[in-house]
């Protein structure tokens, strides 16, 4: 129940309309190996969207998805969306370098 309050309220502050923000609170997440161990992809999976909502995450991709799925949306409004999915894409490589430097701390112990 706490949990859908806070959503409602999020919702209401970003400005954007609800399904628009429920989408993007639906994201998944999911890390990919990038071009060296310092630079993992975030692969972003909008609710709805099949694989056309899937896009390893970079800003100004995600802004160009935005408003092409979303012609309505003001700049700002399409601004503020690039920056909740950017927000669950710093999440989740976050996350995962935790669990990774974990994982790290037990495989060096048994060696």
């Not at 400005?15 to 990038?34: F, I, M, T």
């Not at 071009?35 to 909502?53: C, F, M, Q, T, Y």
């Not at 949306?73 to 999915?85: D, G, P, V």
């Amino acid at each position: 129940m706490f949990t859908g309050i806070v959503r409602a309220l999020t919702r209401r502050a970003s400005g954007l309309p609800g399904d628009v923000a429920a989408v993007l609170e639906a994201a998944n997440y999911s890390l990919r190996e990038g071009n060296s161990e310092d630079e993992p992809r975030v692969i972003v999976v909008l609710a709805g969207g099949g694989l056309r909502g899937a896009f390893a995450f970079e800003r100004e991709d995600a802004e160009r998805r935005i408003k092409a799925r979303w012609p309505e949306l003001s700049t700002m409004q399409i601004k503020r969306a690039a920056t909740m999915l950017e927000a669950g894409a710093m999440k989740a490589s976050r996350v995962s370098r935790e669990v990774h430097q974990k994982s790290n701390f037990v495989n060096r112990f048994r060696d």
